[in-house]
């Protein structure tokens, strides 16, 4: 297994690095958005006083890393699709690969494809004059939370989309599971602010966690290292129910 | 004789519930190890789920199956460490290069030691290797073949599938495909169980031939053998209205006759003795086109299963129906 892994997992990041287009879109895009969003909210959040800082752009970048894991997985599982639809996936298993190591390609592969935004978003934010304070261990604390978020978000839409070959699944799954977890969240916005039943989501909502330890490391606040504990229980346990789903429901063709 | 590389027993396949479609009806086939075996039939007649089904993508409904001495139902990884596959459409990594395509199959197949050796004298063999570092996508239709070839012989497999191998392809590139096969067969000693509607390409390549149609196989044998169990000739007409099938068969040497409106399929002993006594019972006005067909591969399927092996089979439309209600459940 740990050669067809390799094997798989290395094709996956090398497809990104072979298409000039995607990498300009990962590279501008998450630049837009702390352009675009993060400058029409600025002023509101400095007079509001709620944000824990007067540069809006250092609180939203740890929530925009965060919820930019989310399309993560619809990319992980629409490279999956297409893999169905031009046969590859027969390719694969005709060999002695197994269903679990396909999904477990996809989903690393699809986390460490999220990874590539932070480098490009830490430089974005600076321009915006974010400044960064951290030591080694927070930088590391910092990454390992977004892989891990990325990681499980990868594993639960390959585990939605498995049994399906049709283009446009990973895109309505998106749209159904990105609205409600990217703004019942504290990624853009302090969920202090938020009514009862929103605080109740985004209280268990792992981008919440996400953003709010990495919000802790970037404006110094006390940090709560329970949070990493909180996204690795995440990771695994959407790990798992993609590795038994996979094995159980993933359609060839 | 070898050992045989592929039997089949009793092996149905049904796809969805009970009341899906018998894409295989209790087929039964021993494969000799070594040989060029080929599966003959229209689109739609099985022979595609029959690969799926040895090669372990799809289940098996009953019955058993086992290639390369493993059954493929219980040894599907030892199954699979042994065979290699071609598709009838070209799956590669456009985006990558031959080396690297080859690279992940070796991967793939779980690691191959020395396989840049291998990798190299397969480029060589298919004269890919002085191209070797360029992208995929640049490939012509002939080279992107060949590479894929090159990548189910890989790992050495003892089986190889090839499900349609010349579908689509120019008549060049068609035959340029047959001398691979009769190479490779000769060259690695594989056993290649191939897929194919057309007939010349079973007759040219095959040593031994099933012939498939709904589900089941009709016939087996060597080109030569199901020809001779074809004495007869097929004369197609085309006749006015006072031509009727009574008349026909009344004629000596008449063996069976089929008709479609004013069209006739009449199998006769001889067309040569046929074809006098017709004219002299029939206006000759009345006929307006005469063919003759002399035993042949075409004659042996049409005499099997009643239709053309060109003809679109009811079967296929039915999957197809079949095939868009999975999609449109997702």
New interface residues.
Partial sequence: MRTQLWGLYAREVMRVFRNPFVVLITLVSPFMWLAFFGSSFTNIAAASGRFGTANYFAFLLPGTLSTSMLSVGMFGSMSSIQDKRFGFMKRILITPTSKQTIFLSKSLGAASRGLIQVPVMVVAAYVFGVRFPLSALEWAGWVAALFLLAFGFASLFLAITAPSTDWQTPGVVANFITMPLMFASASLFPSSAFPGWMQAISSVNPITFSAELGRAFLLGTAVNWWELGYLAVFGLAMALVGYFVTARWLKVD | MNPPAIVVRDLSKRYGNAHGVLALDKVNLSIEGGTVFGLMGPNGAGKTTLIKVL???SDITSGSASVAGFDVRKES?KV??R?G?V?A?V?L?D??SAW?NL?????????IKGWEERAQYLLEYFGLADRKNDKVSKYSTGMRKKLEIALALLHQPSVIFMDEPTIGLDVATRRMLWDIVTGIHKEFGVTVLLTTHYIEEADALCDRIAIIDRGRIVAEGTPSELKARVRSDIVQLETGQSVDAPMLSSIPGVQEVRAQGNDWIIQVAASEEFLPQLFARVQTNEIRRVSVEKPSLETVFLQLTGHRIGEEEPMHDIRKFYAQVR?AR?
């Fill in positions: 090669t372990g993508i990884l699979r460490a065979i596959w598709a459409e799956i990594e985006d990558f690297e690279w992940l199959q070796a991967e793939l197949e779980g690691g999609r997702g």
